[in-house]
């Protein structure tokens, strides 16, 4: 078992003398998976995904006549129209509203 964490500054740290030991908390693994999915997911990740580009498509247009790439201000405009034309998640269409403003960023 770990000794106790100081916390500090939104950072856990350890006495020095004990950070060696416990290094490895801190690490990240990054792992490559293929999803092996039947001839019906593969249907229904590629719809959500062609709704998801024509949503976008449907937020870059509304950017473009108000104007702004602000998704604080998109996002009362185009979040209902989006989610029930497209069928998107609530979290799907908050992520379109975001891609579309970044688009604009670039």
């Known amino acids: 078992m770990p000794p106790a964490l100081a916390v500090g500054r939104g950072r856990a740290s350890l006495p020095c003398s004990q950070a060696s030991n416990v290094y490895a908390m801190d690490m990240k693994q990054v792992v490559q998976v293929k999803l092996l999915a039947d001839p019906e997911q593969t249907v229904a990740v590629l719809r959500t995904m062609e709704a998801f580009n024509a949503a976008c498509n ?3 247009g509304v950017a473009f006549v108000e104007r702004t790439a602000d998704k604080i201000r998109l996002q009362p405009v185009v979040y209902g129209r989006i989610r029930g034309e497209f069928g998107l ?3 799907m269409a908050v992520r379109c509203i975001s891609k579309a403003c970044e688009a604009y960023k670039r």
């Open 89 to 91: 998640s609530a979290q």
């Open 58 to 60: 449907v937020v870059d």
